[in-house]
Structure formats: structure tokens, C-alpha cells
């Protein structure tokens, strides 16, 4: 068997960078809400709450804007793009004689190490470690075709919206149902105070401890402290079937040849426009969950169409480049977004927890980005990968790779 070697620079396929990088922006514009305020609770709480009265219009029009364009968008293009790059590590190990399974197995590995780091250590918020673990569900698929890829795809995802068609269109109300939903609500109001209070004020340790409530509490909803995997795979599942998808247009060489697909990419953005934006619209003016579930993997493949077809014209081409440059260094970018965004906002950095509304939130994070792209411009012009990524491709391989270029 040939000695493991790295996928070089030059093998990259650029517009799976500059999606990758438009990704990473996406992410941080929703994260935002979760690094500078009790998102996590508020949101069980409901749309008005103690903290959202006090937002301005422009806030408000933030929030709205957010909910119809971007929540949920992003990470699922960012859950596309890990399938494609799934089948893309499998077919240059096969093209080089590599076991694909073992190596992608320690790739999993590491990736969980990682995420559990940055879930207990740093923030709570962390998609890694679901990233990890279903990725060893998605090895179960590697050999299938890419419509079987699609056909799945549907099937997980109709099976994961169902109940929330029931619940949103049914009739519900019942007093058992209202008193608890009321007990709920008043719960998750004093676990958003409390997370409030402690990230605003705490020392390190008692931000630290919060921090593993935080996570633990996200992590229940999934089945993870209980090992219930048919529970975490449910509650996965539109990640996952984003990992079939993108593995899918691996399949069938979208990306590795754009020209050839374009009609195709035509009628996948046309679909995903007309069905995507009115199901978002109707998210943002109902907020009912069902309508975000049709129209977000909608407007993801929307966006995936629109910015390839877009990347083939010349002028296109030049003001998309700069986000390969994130794009190349995603993971280590995704990493010092936490870094820097929980200093910014909790009490052992700057304290601005609680203080920072959508509208200033959104400016913040178009600073750290515009920062992140600067960085990482430079960066990959003597570097072949970002910092984390070399430490990953270096515990994948099982041996130092090469950091920089020649």
C-alpha cells in the first residue's frame, strides 16, 4: 500500500472554498445571538420576552432579516459541504491506493476531540462533535449512487418535518398542555436570567460552570448524556441529510465541473428560489417551525447554485475569491470565532454580555469577519492550511504534513 500523503493545495476546488468561507460568515451572523445573549433559553421562552422588549426597530429588523435569510441557511451549507467532502477524501484515497475507511475513521476522531474541547472549554454552542458523530453514519453511505444519495435524503427529512406539520397545523390546545408549556416557559425565563447574570458578571470559574450547563442542557435535547442514538440521529437529521445531499453533488461532479452542469445548478437555484424565499417569508411573519424546515434547505441550495453560476463570470470571480481564503482555513476560523467572540462578551474579557442587541451584534460581526478575511488572505499565501486544519490533517495521516509552501 502507497505511504499516505497529503491532498495537496492544488487539488482544492475553489468554489467549494469560497462556499465554504460564505458558510463561515453565515454561521457567525446567527451564532452572534448565542454569544451575546441567553439565545439558547430565550428562544423557548418565545418572541417576546424580557430582553427582546427592550430592542429598537433596527434591532427588531435585524432579527427578522436573520430569521427569513440566514438561520439555519449556513449551517446547513455548511453540513453540504462536509458530505461532499466526504466522497472528495474517498475517491483520492481510492485514486492512490489508500484504505479510505480507517483514515476517515481518525479524521472522525480527531474531530471529536476537538469539538469536545470547544463545547466544554471554550463555548457551548460548538457543532463539531454532532459533526463527528454522524459522520461515522455517513461512512454507512459512501458507496451509494447519487440519486440514492437524494432519495434518502427526502426520506430522513420528510420523517424529521412530519411532527412539526402536525403540531404547527393541528389543534393542541388542551389545559394540561397550556399549564406546562406555561411551567416551561417560566423555567426557561430563569435559566435565561441566571445565564445572564453569570455571563455578564461571573468570575472565570463560575462562567466555566455555566458554560457546562449550557451544553449539557443543548446536549439533552439531542440524546447525547444518554446515549440514545436513535434520539441524536433524529434530532440530527437535517444535518445529515445536507451530508447526503453534498455527497451527492460529489457524486454526480457538480463542482468538478461547473460548465458541464450548469443547466443543472440553473434549475436546482430556480427551485430552490421559488419554493426557499416564500416558505422563509412565511417563517419570519408566523414563526411557525415548519416553515423554516421547508424553506431552509430550499434557500441553502439556492445560495450553493447561485454562488457557483455567479463564480464562472469574470467579474464575479474576483469579489468571490477573497472568501476562499476563509474558505481554505474554515476550521481554524470557526475555532477563534469562539475565541474571540467570548471575549468580547463575557466577564473575563470585555463584558459585554447582555449588552449588545441584533443591530450592533450585526456590525460586530461583520467586523470580525472582515477581519478573518484579511488574515486569512495573508495566511494562505505562505501557509497550504490554517493552523488546526494542519493539526487535523496531522492526527488523521498519523505524521507531520506540510505547513508551509514552497
Same mark, same amino acid.
Given at each position: 500500500?502507497?505511504? @499516505?500523503?497529503?491532498?495537496?493545495?492544488?487539488?482544492?476546488?475553489?468554489?467549494?472554498?469560497?462556499?465554504?468561507?460564505?458558510?463561515?460568515?453565515?454561521?457567525?451572523?446567527?451564532?452572534?445571538?448565542?454569544?451575546?445573549?441567553?439565545?439558547?433559553?430565550?428562544?423557548?421562552?418565545?418572541?417576546?420576552?424580557?430582553?427582546?422588549?427592550?430592542?429598537?426597530?433596527?434591532?427588531?429588523?435585524?432579527?427578522?432579516?436573520?430569521?427569513?435569510?440566514?438561520?439555519?441557511?449556513?449551517?446547513?451549507?455548511?453540513?453540504?459541504?462536509?458530505?461532499?467532502?466526504?466522497?472528495?477524501?474517498?475517491?483520492?484515497?481510492?485514486?492512490?491506493?489508500?484504505?479510505? $475507511?480507517?483514515?476517515?475513521?481518525?479524521?472522525?476522531?480527531?474531530?471529536?476531540?476537538?469539538?469536545?474541547?470547544?463545547?466544554?472549554?471554550?463555548?457551548?454552542?460548538?457543532? &463539531?462533535?454532532?459533526?463527528? /458523530? /454522524?459522520?461515522?453514519?455517513?461512512?454507512?453511505?459512501?458507496?451509494? !449512487?447519487?440519486?440514492?444519495?437524494?432519495?434518502?435524503?427526502?426520506?430522513?427529512?420528510?420523517?424529521?418535518?412530519?411532527?412539526?406539520? /402536525?403540531?404547527?397545523?393541528?389543534?393542541?390546545?388542551?389545559?394540561?398542555?397550556?399549564?406546562?408549556?406555561?411551567?416551561?416557559?417560566?423555567?426557561?425565563?430563569?435559566?435565561?436570567?441566571?445565564?445572564?447574570? $453569570?455571563?455578564?458578571?461571573?468570575?472565570?470559574?463560575?462562567?466555566?460552570?455555566?458554560?457546562?450547563?449550557?451544553?449539557?442542557?443543548?446536549?439533552?435535547? #439531542?440524546?447525547?448524556?444518554?446515549?440514545?442514538?436513535?434520539?441524536?440521529?433524529?434530532?440530527?437529521?437535517?444535518?445529515?441529510?445536507?451530508?447526503?445531499?453534498?455527497?451527492?453533488?460529489?457524486?454526480? #461532479?457538480?463542482?468538478?465541473?461547473?460548465?458541464?452542469?450548469?443547466?443543472?445548478?440553473?434549475?436546482?437555484?430556480?427551485?430552490?428560489?421559488?419554493?426557499?424565499?416564500?416558505?422563509?417569508?412565511?417563517?419570519?411573519?408566523?414563526?411557525?417551525?415548519?416553515?423554516?424546515?421547508?424553506?431552509?434547505?430550499?434557500?441553502? @441550495?439556492?445560495?450553493?447554485?447561485?454562488?457557483?453560476? &455567479?463564480?464562472?463570470?469574470?467579474?464575479?470571480?474576483?469579489?468571490?475569491?477573497?472568501?476562499?481564503?476563509?474558505?481554505?482555513?474554515?476550521?481554524?476560523?470557526?475555532? @477563534?470565532?469562539?475565541?474571540?467572540?467570548?471575549?468580547?462578551?463575557?466577564?473575563?474579557?470585555?463584558?459585554?454580555?447582555? !449588552?449588545? #442587541?441584533?443591530?450592533?451584534?450585526?456590525?460586530?460581526?461583520?467586523?470580525?469577519?472582515?477581519?478573518?478575511?484579511?488574515?486569512?488572505?495573508?495566511?494562505?499565501?505562505?501557509?497550504?492550511?490554517?493552523?488546526?486544519?494542519?493539526?487535523?490533517?496531522?492526527?488523521?495521516? /498519523?505524521?507531520?504534513?506540510?505547513?508551509?509552501?514552497?
Amino acid at each position: 500500500m502507497k505511504a @499516505l500523503q497529503p491532498i495537496m493545495a492544488h487539488e482544492r476546488i475553489q468554489i467549494v472554498d469560497v462556499l465554504r468561507g460564505i458558510a463561515i460568515f453565515g454561521i457567525l451572523l446567527v451564532n452572534m445571538a448565542h454569544f451575546s445573549y441567553p439565545d439558547l433559553y430565550l428562544a423557548m421562552v418565545g418572541k417576546e420576552n424580557f430582553f427582546t422588549h427592550q430592542w429598537s426597530a433596527a434591532d427588531r429588523t435585524v432579527r427578522i432579516f436573520l430569521d427569513i435569510f440566514i438561520q439555519m441557511k449556513f449551517i446547513l451549507m455548511f453540513s453540504f459541504l462536509f458530505g461532499f467532502g466526504m466522497v472528495m477524501m474517498m475517491e483520492r484515497a481510492l485514486a492512490n491506493g489508500r484504505n479510505f $475507511v480507517p483514515v476517515y475513521i481518525r479524521r472522525l476522531l480527531a474531530l471529536l476531540l476537538f469539538g469536545t474541547i470547544h463545547a466544554f472549554l471554550i463555548w457551548d454552542g460548538d457543532i &463539531l462533535m454532532d459533526y463527528a /458523530l /454522524l459522520g461515522f453514519i455517513l461512512l454507512i453511505f459512501r458507496k451509494a !449512487k447519487a440519486k440514492t444519495l437524494i432519495i434518502w435524503a427526502c426520506i430522513f427529512y420528510m420523517l424529521f418535518a412530519l411532527p412539526f406539520a /402536525l403540531s404547527s397545523f393541528g389543534d393542541v390546545s388542551q389545559p394540561e398542555i397550556d399549564d406546562w408549556q406555561q411551567s416551561f416557559q417560566t423555567e426557561m425565563e430563569s435559566k435565561a436570567k441566571h445565564a445572564l447574570d $453569570v455571563y455578564e458578571n461571573g468570575s472565570f470559574s463560575e462562567i466555566a460552570n455555566q458554560r457546562l450547563q449550557d451544553r449539557m442542557y443543548y446536549m439533552s435535547m #439531542n440524546g447525547m448524556p444518554s446515549l440514545n442514538p436513535l434520539l441524536f440521529f433524529y434530532s440530527s437529521l437535517p444535518y445529515f441529510c445536507m451530508f447526503l445531499i453534498g455527497a451527492s453533488f460529489a457524486k454526480a #461532479n457538480i463542482f468538478q465541473n461547473t460548465a458541464k452542469n450548469r443547466k443543472r445548478l440553473f434549475v436546482i437555484g430556480v427551485s430552490g428560489f421559488v419554493i426557499g424565499v416564500p416558505a422563509n417569508i412565511a417563517f419570519g411573519l408566523w414563526h411557525q417551525d415548519i416553515y423554516l424546515l421547508i424553506g431552509a434547505p430550499f434557500l441553502t @441550495l439556492f445560495y450553493v447554485a447561485a454562488i457557483t453560476i &455567479l463564480f464562472t463570470k469574470p467579474i464575479m470571480n474576483k469579489l468571490l475569491q477573497p472568501f476562499s481564503a476563509v474558505g481554505k482555513t474554515a476550521f481554524t476560523n470557526y475555532l @477563534l470565532q469562539s475565541v474571540i467572540c467570548t471575549f468580547i462578551f463575557y466577564h473575563y474579557g470585555l463584558g459585554l454580555y447582555g !449588552k449588545v #442587541n441584533p443591530f450592533l451584534g450585526l456590525l460586530i460581526t461583520i467586523g470580525i469577519y472582515a477581519i478573518q478575511l484579511i488574515i486569512s488572505h495573508f495566511w494562505t499565501k505562505r501557509f497550504l492550511f490554517g493552523p488546526f486544519e494542519w493539526l487535523w490533517r496531522t492526527l488523521t495521516y /498519523l505524521r507531520p504534513q506540510p505547513f508551509v509552501k514552497k
